[in-house]
């Protein structure tokens, strides 16, 4: 079971943008912070915030620390750190889950230590909206992407892919949930129609992932050319260790003259 433990009441993934390195694990330091307009968490936090903690998708507690000068509930600040984290592919999009909503947790299990070369974590509440991959999976003896959408050269949209279907879940709960398999990563990439990959049509660095969904972000084009929009999710080695490969087909339309 993925869940850390059941006295924690409340996960959510947060999104950690560890591309550019090697296409190998490896361990680096991570922050990020908490969005100020999340009621559901800074409303169910102690005051002193014992009860934030950080785990990995396999439920293994990571070793962190709040910024004592940088958490106020009454203000709702909070910066988080991560040390040595280790990532199973430092070219990705990966993923560290943030729990809280334990009153009864009378002290901190955080440590202190001096962050260096940090990544960037972020924590996403949007909703996915518009160019939705509702069945990611194709039919059985074709290759036809699952969804087809267009834009216009200037566009900068999302493509959300809905993932929550593919990964394995429990047949009974645990802490009133049936999580069980989680991402590690995810990684994508862009073909044109001759399979020439261009990773200029893509901004990674947005990338999002939010419970059951990844919202991958496209940019740029050539008019009138077709593209592929390939996700790669790969989830953790303990229970299924599966690689997913999801596909949508991307038409590049200027239906009429274009502005900057």
Not at 40 to 52: A, E, L, Y
Not at 167 to 190: C, H, W
Not at 231 to 242: D, S, W
Request: overall charge negative.
């Amino acid at each position: 079971m993925t869940w850390y433990n059941s006295n924690w009441k409340s996960r959510w993934p947060v999104t950690v943008n560890v591309l550019g390195g090697a296409e190998t694990s490896g361990a680096e330091d991570v922050e990020f912070s908490i969005p100020k307009d999340w009621d559901d968490f800074w409303q169910n936090i102690r005051s002193d915030g014992f009860d934030i903690i950080v785990a990995d998708g396999l439920g293994n507690l990571l070793t962190f620390q709040i910024q004592a000068a940088s958490f106020s509930k009454s203000s709702r600040v909070c910066v988080i750190d991560l040390d040595n984290v280790t990532f199973g592919n430092r070219n990705s999009i990966s993923v560290v889950w943030l729990y809280w909503n334990y009153p009864d947790q009378a002290s901190s299990l955080g440590s202190s230590f001096s962050p260096s070369g940090v990544k960037t974590g972020k924590i996403h509440l949007n909703a996915p909206s518009l160019r939705v991959v509702g069945d990611p999976i194709p039919r059985s003896g074709t290759k036809t992407p699952s969804a087809v959408f267009q834009k216009t050269t200037n566009d900068d949209v999302y493509i959300w892919f809905r993932v929550s279907s593919l990964l394995a879940k429990r047949l009974q709960p645990y802490n009133g949930k049936l999580d069980f398999e989680t991402i590690q990563y995810v990684q994508m990439y862009s073909n044109n129609s001759a399979g020439s990959s261009d990773s200029g049509r893509l901004l990674e660095e947005l990338t999002v992932i939010i419970p059951g969904w990844v919202g991958v972000c496209v940019t740029a084009g050539t008019n009138n050319e077709d593209y592929s929009v390939n996700l790669i999710v790969q989830t953790h080695g303990t229970n299924f260790n599966q690689k997913l490969s999801l596909n949508a087909t991307l038409q590049t339309r200027n239906l009429f003259p274009l502005t900057d």
